[in-house]
């Protein structure tokens, strides 16, 4: 039996009937169309506060003020100063980063392009995974020619726990990429960087360490980018020299291994399963199985450190021909992970730069508070080694690569 639809029925069906009519009693909802900032309506004079919006400051001088110009005397300069935050009740002291350790935000298209790739092609960068300072200064250079990228190998995830690296950890990170060898290099050739830095997290979960697929990464890479320099930043390989040896003669340009801190505060810095000694063995036998291979390692200070204990630990790396060694500024990434000891003024790194060189006999150091393993590698690899082997009579197939890439950058 029909029963006639009730009066709320009848009108929902109207409402959603393409065809009826009293669906234009609707009312349409309003769109207002936004206008570009400091830009008048048709027929309107731009206003003053149009004009002081137009030549107000960019967003990085609104992040980062000018400085006063006043210069400031060395001691002010190198005092560190102090700051009471929290609620009422909780409030605590922190100290401030010095001025010589603040570095601006990154910006500019160079910059935003290669992270636009790294995405594209699902490849990581130690720049970013450990939170580098210096990422806006060897990413977002003029000439992409003259930019250092560090590319991190086989995933982001690690297998120990440094106490200073921000770096995710687990026990069973995720398989190895087969095809990023491959997608590595492709990315490489098409940035036409002129130097770059390939490491890796720590894989004590394969028998190899990794070896294999970072010797293949740079194979590839010689490949299709003849004249690129490439730096190997790796890790121990647990102490298997074999391991170091598949690397060594892979093709790289630099092959460098970071002891981080000196001998005696090794246990409390870096994981239990990296050794102050393992490390130098890994330096000394990548040098004996391919003689003429420069050699490179870095330091970190600000932990507790004493003078003598870093004239030590230069001795040791001297005794096995190290050839290159950096000093940076510890800087803690979260609060999970060491405290800063101390902060290290820049005379002080500039004292340790003279040293390893002038007295220790160092072929290069780079020394500074925002100095890290792979800063600005390409220009002091280049300006600073390589050319000085070859004006030594030092000739090799790493110099020429070396002086065709810095025509290249010249050119550029």
């Not at 390939?198 to 990464?217: I, M, P, Q, W, Y």
């Not at 096995?320 to 405290?339: A, S």
């Amino acid at each position: 039996m029909a029963t006639a639809a009730s009066p709320v029925c009848r009108s929902t069906r109207a409402l959603f009937n393409p065809t009826n009519t009293v669906r234009q009693s609707i009312p349409r909802p309003i769109t207002h169309r936004r206008r570009p900032y400091a830009t008048a309506a048709p027929g309107r004079p731009v206003t003053t506060f149009q004009d002081k919006l137009n030549t107000g400051p960019s967003f990085s001088e609104f992040i980062s003020p000018p400085i006063d110009d006043v210069p400031l005397s060395p001691e002010d300069a190198l005092e560190l100063r102090t700051a009471i935050v929290g609620p009422a009740g909780s409030k605590r002291t922190i100290t401030r980063l010095p001025s010589w350790l603040k570095t601006p935000i990154p910006t500019g298209d160079n910059f935003k392009k290669i992270r636009s790739d790294l995405r594209g092609l699902n490849l990581h960068t130690v720049c970013e995974e450990a939170r580098c300072p210096n990422i806006s200064d060897c990413w977002g250079g003029d000439s992409k020619s003259a930019a250092t990228a560090t590319i991190m190998l086989m995933g982001d995830t690690c297998t120990r726990g440094c106490r200073f690296c921000s770096v995710k950890t687990s026990k069973t990170p995720p398989p190895l990429d087969p095809h990023e060898p491959e997608h590595t290099a492709e990315a490489l050739s098409r940035w036409g960087l002129g130097y770059v830095v390939l490491t890796s997290v720590d894989r004590d979960d394969l028998k190899d360490g990794g070896a294999n697929h970072f010797a293949e990464t740079i194979r590839k890479i010689k490949h299709k980018a003849p004249t690129m320099l490439v730096e190997a930043l790796t890790g121990d390989y647990a102490g298997d020299l074999q391991m170091v040896e598949l690397v060594a003669k892979s093709g790289l340009d630099v092959y460098a291994h970071n002891i981080e801190t000196v001998e005696e505060l090794t246990p409390f810095v870096r994981d239990r399963r990296a050794k102050f000694r393992q490390s130098l063995e890994v330096l000394k036998h990548a040098k004996d199985v391919k003689p003429g291979l420069i050699t490179k390692t870095s330091m970190m200070l600000g932990l507790g450190e004493t003078e003598e204990q870093i004239w030590h630990a230069l001795r040791e790396l001297r005794k096995i021909n190290v050839d290159v060694v950096t000093f940076g500024q510890y800087m803690r990434p979260t609060k999970r992970h060491m405290k800063v000891h101390e902060y290290i003024p820049p005379a002080t790194f500039e004292m340790w730069r003279k040293r390893a060189v002038d007295e220790l006999g160092f072929l290069y150091c780079a020394s500074g508070p925002l100095v890290r393993s792979s800063y600005k590698a390409g220009e002091a690899f280049i300006e600073n080694v390589l050319k000085k082997r070859a004006g030594d009579g030092q000739s090799s197939a790493t110099a020429v690569a070396a002086h065709d890439a810095a025509e290249t950058f010249t050119s550029v």
